[in-house]
């Protein structure tokens, strides 16, 4: 059923995988979605960091970090056809990297988004009304049940008659403070794990790998970034992604970024091949750290999806969609957000099929004057506007999740599987 594209209005919060998987769902049901994102560009964690800096002759030269998220996998039909269609528009690619690990086996098929790792929810997101560098700092319920948007600096958005929240746990309790207090407390337990990320350029060298698991050292994940599909690198250079362990990472969370990226470069110069005397030392032309304060779930999971892969209330209009509701990973943010869509737009369409023009009636009165307005204004503690994405699942004790063999430790995965 198609519902009434100029009636049904929806405000998803978050540009991640989860919030474009909800959104493209539904855009799809003939849903008008209004997406609002705080950062510059769409992906959340599926992210790309642009470098500059000149060379020794002065030539300035620019290189792209995949700094969240840089591969995953497909393991359920729905999410395989998703990416089928991906590949075929250009947006997506498969790949087997090499990767030397404490116990190598055959790589798995893995996949990225090409060229940058936002380009899938951007793919997701066409045709959406996005807002970039909004954050939005509270939700406001109007009498007849209509949510409004507050963002800094701007009027009140609205009406919407449904919100759906694809952000870390934290920053979404943050929203739901005095409209869903019970939800709010759950999401402040569900604890999510740091990371610290290096990224590196060097001059060009025999590496072997694609990527490399360290057993032991502050680094969980090393990645050859310029050997990813679709990715273009200046002649000569090498680019790194390095991903620290949730446990260094969260021991030195908020120390000075030199202080981390001097530890997280002598670390990774450790994993690089000794140079032979007399040969020339690596050169190092560009270095930089980022913190991701909320990188994946904290608790342990397997590779299913759970029942409760994301929280609607009907009665409210409030929905909740991410990894760490579905397992952990990229497949389970977009099976979240998925999820979440499906079960939005069956409530929207019981709503327009009972009222038929009551919906569209309300919200064209509404646009017409100020809500009253039910809920307490909610402050955002500071440490909850900081850029804040993730990077990988928690995996199941007893495998690497990039390789799939086994034994290794859950918690020094970082980059692997998703």
């Avoid at 540009?15 to 950062?39: D, I």
């Avoid at 269609?85 to 098929?109: L, N, Q, Y």
């Avoid at 304060?293 to 609607?312: I, N, Q």
């Avoid at 064209?364 to 039910?374: F, R, W």
Wanted: charged share 20%; aromatic share 8%.
């Amino acid at each position: 059923m198609t519902l009434d594209t100029n009636s049904m209005r929806v405000a998803v919060i978050g540009s991640g995988l989860a919030g474009a998987a909800c959104a493209a769902g539904l855009q799809r049901a003939g849903v008008n979605v209004t997406l609002y994102e705080k950062s510059r560009n769409v992906g959340g964690r599926m992210a790309t960091r642009r470098a500059r800096w000149r060379d020794a002759s002065g030539a300035e030269q620019s290189v792209a970090f995949d700094h969240g998220a840089q591969c995953f996998t497909s393991v359920r039909p729905r999410f395989k056809a998703v990416m089928a269609r991906a590949i075929t528009a250009g947006c997506a690619s498969e790949w087997r990297p090499r990767v030397h690990a404490a116990w190598p086996v055959e790589a798995r098929r893995c996949l990225v988004a090409t060229p940058t790792m936002p380009t899938l929810c951007g793919h997701l997101l066409a045709g959406a009304t996005v807002h970039l560098n909004r954050t939005v700092r509270r939700l406001q319920r109007a009498a007849d049940g209509s949510w409004y948007v507050a963002t800094d600096g701007m009027p009140l958005a609205g009406p919407f008659h449904h919100v759906a929240l694809a952000i870390p746990p934290a920053q979404a309790a943050v929203l739901l403070v005095g409209h869903h207090d019970a939800w709010a407390d759950a999401l402040l337990a569900k604890r999510m794990e740091p990371c610290w990320t290096l990224m590196a350029v060097t001059d060009d060298f025999d590496w072997p790998w694609d990527a490399a698991e360290p057993d032991r050292g502050p680094l969980a994940s090393v990645l050859r970034n310029d050997r990813v599909p679709g990715r273009t690198t200046p002649r000569g250079l090498a680019l790194w992604t390095a991903h620290a362990t949730a446990e260094w990472s969260a021991a030195h969370l908020e120390d000075e970024p030199q202080a981390v990226s001097d530890e997280l470069q002598a670390a990774l110069r450790a994993q690089l091949p000794a140079m032979s005397s007399g040969s020339r030392p690596i050169r190092w032309h560009y270095a930089n750290v980022h913190r991701w304060r909320y990188a994946r779930p904290a608790v342990d999971c397997d590779d299913s999806f759970g029942s409760d892969a994301s929280w609607w209330d009907e009665s409210r209009g409030l929905g909740v969609s991410g990894d760490f509701l579905g397992g952990g990973g990229v497949e389970a943010a977009w099976h979240s957000g998925d999820e979440l869509a499906d079960c939005m737009a069956a409530s929207l369409e019981r709503s327009n099929a009972a009222f038929p023009g009551a919906v569209s009636g309300a919200l064209n009165a509404l646009t017409q004057t100020t809500p009253p307005i039910h809920s307490p204004v909610i402050a955002s503690p500071g440490h909850l506007d900081r850029a804040s994405r993730w990077l990988v699942p928690p995996v199941r004790v007893g495998t690497s999740p990039f390789t799939g063999a086994g034994p290794k430790v859950s918690h020094r995965i970082s980059f692997s599987k998703y």
